[in-house]
């Protein structure tokens, strides 16, 4: 996997670019003397770069397609019209790029861990073959849970909501190790996670499960454990979405949301959680697509705004690391303003890498044209890219080789003990809300079991559905299984195929996602009440989906739908292990949501 014709060539050249860090450990910071020291190691470097590598070190591009060099001619294609080249290689040399970031699904970068390190290896052969040779910064969203990007072969852990039920430090610690353990093992350094955003809306349709929960001082607590976690394994930790999304009723994807909180309220509500990553060293911010007209009256979004990156961010909070835009794609960012622009004021405003540009050579020639006009300096220029090279030094990229081994990757991404530790964390997280009459756990005669309802697919694998992978955890766990999946709008004759299901079986375990106040996943779950049978309901997401349901025997919440959650949930409806999580936020009451149904908090467990 490791070209070892270039192993010299790539000790020269990063000899060229720096000279072996003196910081020690990763996540230790850096005396006062190292740290000038190093700057001004780095600082020679910059003065090496023409201004359009300069430029180029600030981009965080997307592409297309599992190989740097040799991408399928469909995924050459769609970054030759989209890109203007065809493989990720072309566009760092054409544009001195000093990041990219993979996605899985629609881009197709990533397959399995083995593809990966062979994708990271020709993305540094790409980079260190620029006139001044700089390894790569590769980042990702791994945040597990919900929004994961690498499933097959790596190991899967439980996302934000389900470590904020969990409620230990100690968990989401290591947590975050074991995920930057082997996001590093695959030459990715930086991971925008963890979510600092307090979910204080329940309809909020983007942060939502993503966050630890509703209280921002437990939130900063968990924030602050993943970053240490995240960071000790030699990854870039990246807090998000500055200044706070958790009380938006709008997705920044598609709009530009507003949040309404007064100053008072933001500094209570919003801030603990970014302040409390800066404490413990976070090395990234990502900011967010959204105005907040208590901490900017102009109404720019946050993303654009100097009084917020560097009059509130910088100057208020003393972060001085890498301030990264969320993507420029999104529509909350180009409500105003054209692709040229959106990346010229987000570096005016504070910003030093941009990501995710929805045309490259729009976004580029934008700034490019800025330095030539006068209206960004080079002095500005070299601000950010000193900070970015902070980064890059402080995981090593600049010290040795940046390529990764096979053999590295096969002894770490996947471990057994990896998938051991995630399998007993996600154990803690799941919730036991009702337990009537002590519906639960299963009794040894119930065998046979139906799993009926809502069946999402896997985040990062479509062929994997929530209702079968749940079914085969209890064939597992020794019991005879049927299922039916019937969605998350069941229609008249598949609400009426789950109740003939029913017949016969011991129990049933419904499956529901998203349920509002019109859905038919309640219709289902009532119908499956009338037979008689004993029923089991688990939100395989939100917690607030019980609001809806009225009177159910037993109900369980699991944050997401992955494997290792499900598995989880699986043991503990079979009485294997104990229900331990405790709600993160609040559940109101559907018909009066200014009343608490469940205060956070809640959870039940066997001896209750």
Not at 275 to 287: E, L, P
Not at 313 to 318: A, P, Q, S, T, V
Not at 368 to 395: F, W, Y
Not at 560 to 572: D, G, H, K, N, S
């Amino acid at each position: 996997m490791q070209d070892r014709s270039l192993s010299r060539r790539t000790v020269l050249a990063s000899a060229t670019v720096v000279a072996a860090s003196a910081t020690g450990a990763v996540g230790v910071a850096a005396t006062p003397a190292v740290a000038h020291g190093r700057d001004h190691r780095l600082k020679k470097i910059i003065s090496r770069m023409s201004v359009e590598a300069k430029i180029g070190q600030l981009f965080v591009p997307y592409f297309y397609g599992t190989s740097a060099t040799s991408p399928s001619r469909f995924d050459q294609d769609r970054n030759l019209r989209e890109l203007g080249v065809r493989t990720v290689a072309e566009l760092i040399a054409k544009y001195h790029i000093g990041g990219v970031i993979y996605f899985s699904g629609w881009a197709n970068n990533i397959k399995d861990p083995r593809q990966i390190a062979d994708l990271t290896n020709g993305v540094q052969r790409a980079s260190l073959a620029l006139p001044t040779p700089i390894p790569s910064l590769i980042s990702i969203d791994q945040e597990h849970g919900a929004n994961v990007r690498i499933g097959s072969g790596a190991t899967q852990l439980p996302g934000a909501m389900a470590l904020g039920a969990g409620r230990s430090l100690s968990d989401a610690r290591t947590a975050g190790l074991i995920s930057g353990t082997e996001l590093a093992a695959l030459g990715i350094h930086q991971n925008f996670a963890p979510v600092a955003d307090v979910n204080v809306n329940p309809a909020n349709p983007i942060i939502n499960v993503r966050s630890f929960g509703a209280d921002a001082r437990a939130v900063g607590r968990m924030v602050a454990a993943q970053v240490t976690g995240y960071q000790r394994a030699g990854v870039v930790a990246c807090a998000k979405h500055f200044p706070g999304h958790g009380d938006t009723g709008e997705d920044s994807h598609t709009g530009l949301p507003v949040i309404t909180h007064t100053r008072e309220e933001w500094d209570r509500i919003d801030a603990p959680p970014f302040k409390a990553a800066i404490a413990a060293g976070v090395d990234s911010i990502m900011t967010a697509h959204l105005q907040v007209p208590a901490l900017d009256p102009s109404n720019e979004p946050a993303t654009l705004s100097p009084t917020i990156l560097q009059g509130v961010l910088r100057e208020e909070l003393g972060f001085d690391g890498v301030i990264v835009t969320d993507a420029l794609n999104m529509q909350g960012v180009r409500t105003k303003y054209g692709d040229d622009r959106v990346p010229v004021l987000a570096l005016k405003a504070g910003a030093d890498q941009l990501l995710f540009p929805p045309d490259i050579d729009v976004a580029y020639n934008g700034v490019l044209a800025a330095v030539r006009s006068g209206e960004i300096t080079e002095d500005r220029l070299d601000e950010s890219v000193l900070r970015i090279l902070r980064v890059k030094d402080k995981v090593g990229l600049l010290d040795g080789s940046p390529y990764v081994a096979a053999k590295e990757v096969d002894r770490v991404v996947g471990a057994r003990k990896h998938r051991l530790a995630a399998a007993r964390i996600a154990e803690r997280t799941t919730t036991l809300l009702v337990n009537e009459d002590g519906a639960l756990p299963l009794r040894r005669g119930q065998r046979k079991l139906l799993v009926v309802g809502a069946s999402p697919a896997f985040p990062t694998d479509d062929t994997r559905t929530t209702v079968p992978e749940l079914a085969k955890a209890f064939d597992e766990l020794g019991y005879s299984t049927t299922h039916l999946a019937t969605g998350r709008a069941p229609d008249p004759a598949k609400i009426d195929e789950a109740v003939a299901a029913a017949g016969g079986r011991d129990a049933v375990v419904v499956t529901t996602d998203n349920v509002g106040a019109t859905s038919a996943q309640r219709t289902l779950v009532a119908r499956l009440l009338a037979t008689g049978v004993p029923v089991v309901h688990l939100a395989v997401r939100n917690p607030y989906d019980i609001a809806h349901l009225g009177e159910v025997p037993a109900s369980l919440v699991s944050y997401c739908w992955t494997e290792v959650e499900l598995r989880a949930a699986a043991r503990v409806i079979a009485g294997r292990v104990e229900p331990r999580g405790k709600l993160p936020v609040p559940v109101q009451r559907a018909d009066d949501p200014t009343k608490v149904l469940f205060r956070s908090g809640h959870g039940l467990s066997y001896d209750d």
